[in-house]
């Protein structure tokens, strides 16, 4: 349990304390989000807070591993690794198109590079657990079925970072109740990352919430979508529990339904896929006469209610 409790606090101090000098240093380097027509904020503002994120996330995950190595406690060495190295990938992609810009299909076309690279190294569906007769083998379906996953979560997270504090706080909920499945099937890696990410997200939600000093961009917001999308396959996907498949799709309900939703939309209007717009579910609720604070506290508040039944799903006997 101390394991635990160092992998959280480590991730929260590092990333509350660090946040400040980040949101100073993406001033000076002008890595500011500028305000448009489909943009809620009236003001420009910096948004380089995928860094502090992830450095909150990676001293975190580096030091609680030594400590729990020296403790004697085993560790999948392949998958932690796979999703360190896939989930800075993406950070540096992140980092890149909140500097400069990229296309939405680079983007994609990386996402996708990443996922490859967690598959590789053993962070992969390969099989669904059936209630009523053991488990589905999915064979050659694994892949690609595996690459939809977290390629879609990744983008889900991406999508609903609309509001001040909206996708940390997702994350949050999604990541602590992720964490409680993953002890319930004694998954120790995916719990010390899923606590890291906990962690990293509260300590974010210091410069992120209303009103944001700090956004996470897209380096944040695909580092987080990344890490919840791999750690739900090694903490529960990959499990024997008979629920495994219907707990992370609740979980991550609000920002799954959201993506799926402005996916087909833009395709009925002949739009790219990833083509941003003023259609999400927090826009919606702006323009039905929610404040920017109580739009993102509904989502909140739906988050918490389906991340509960899929802990009561997933914890009864």
């Avoid at 990938?89 to 996922?115: E, W």
């Avoid at 909920?173 to 002890?183: G, H, M, Q, R």
């Avoid at 987080?224 to 999308?229: I, M």
Wanted: hydrophobic letters at 55%; glycine letters at 8%; aromatic letters at 12%.
């Amino acid at each position: 349990m101390y394991i635990y409790l160092l992998t959280f606090f480590v991730a929260f101090l590092v990333t509350y304390l660090i946040s400040p000098v980040v949101r100073t240093f993406a001033t000076k380097i002008n890595a500011v989000d500028i305000p448009n027509d489909r943009k809620i904020h009236e003001n420009p503002i910096p948004h380089l807070g995928g860094l502090a994120i992830y450095l909150g996330f990676f001293i975190s995950i580096i030091l609680s591993i030594s400590v729990g190595q020296y403790l004697g406690m085993k560790f999948d060495w392949s998958t932690i690794v796979g999703i360190l190295l896939g989930g800075t990938f993406l950070f540096a992609v992140g980092l890149v198109d909140d500097i400069k810009g990229l296309r939405p299909t680079t983007k994609l076309i990386c996402q996708v590079l990443a996922a490859l690279v967690v598959i590789y190294l053993g962070v992969e569906i390969t099989f669904v657990s059936n209630p009523f007769n053991g488990v589905l083998a999915l064979g050659m379906m694994s892949i690609p079925l595996t690459l939809l996953w977290v390629v879609g979560v990744t983008n889900a997270i991406n999508l609903i970072d609309g509001l001040d504090g909206l996708a940390t706080g997702v994350t949050a909920i999604s990541s602590i109740t992720l964490f409680v499945v993953a002890l319930r099937t004694h998954q120790v890696g995916a719990a010390v990352l899923l606590l890291a990410l906990f962690g990293a997200s509260l300590g974010f939600l210091r410069v992120n919430f209303f009103p944001a000093s700090m956004f996470l961009g897209d380096a944040g917001s695909m580092l987080l979508g990344f890490v919840l999308a791999t750690t739900a396959i090694i903490g529960v996907l990959k499990t024997t529990l008979v629920v495994a498949l219907l707990v992370p799709l609740l979980i991550l309900g609000v920002p799954i339904f959201d993506t799926l939703f402005a996916i087909l939309r833009r395709m009925k209007e002949g739009k790219h896929p990833f083509e941003a717009d003023d259609k999400h579910i927090h826009h919606m609720l702006l323009r039905a006469g929610f404040h920017k604070r109580e739009a993102v506290f509904a989502i909140y508040i739906v988050c918490f209610i389906l991340s509960f039944i899929a802990l009561f799903m997933a914890l009864m006997r």
